[in-house]
């Protein structure tokens, strides 16, 4: 049954042999094809991580721009923003809480982190810094409506550990930003 593969006419080669390069092209494209398949899907994966990782540094650094705005609140600077103010009384200086502000604040954070959704991609050290600042303007905010102050303007921080540790919180704030919003070089691989 075979032997007319292997046994050809007188004087010509065998059929097999003229049938080695056709078998050796389909092998050799089919061989192609499959790398070149093979290279275009890891291709593929490699690109969808690259992207995945621009929209999240993208999201990162839009997060960051969102809490850099919401440090006006923490400044040192009395200006329309500014919680914490320094005030003299005569021969004394006090630290109070400006009412308004506090609670524009409050508001400001809520909308940062969860209507605009900042809160995801915050790094934890910048959004648990914020949340302490948040944290201590709403301790001083709640004393005082329990101490039925809760019309007053200003309310006066009695503690300064409280201002000690919320001029530590804006610096570390300014440094984490810092750090976070600057470009890394090795995260892009």
Known sequence: MLDWLFDPVKNSKPYWLELLPIVITIALAVTGYWMAFRNWKKQKREELRILA??????ARIAACKAVWALLAYFSEKEHSR?????REDGQQTNWFLRCAQAQDYLKAVEEV????GHGIFMPPAIRDGMYEFRSRVYRILEHSRRQGNSDDELIVVKNPEVIAKIQELREKLRQDLRAESAYKFDDVS
């Open 113 to 116: 982190f969860f209507t605009q």
């Open 53 to 58: 990782n621009q929209h999240r540094e993208a």
């Open 82 to 86: 500014t919680v914490f103010v320094q």
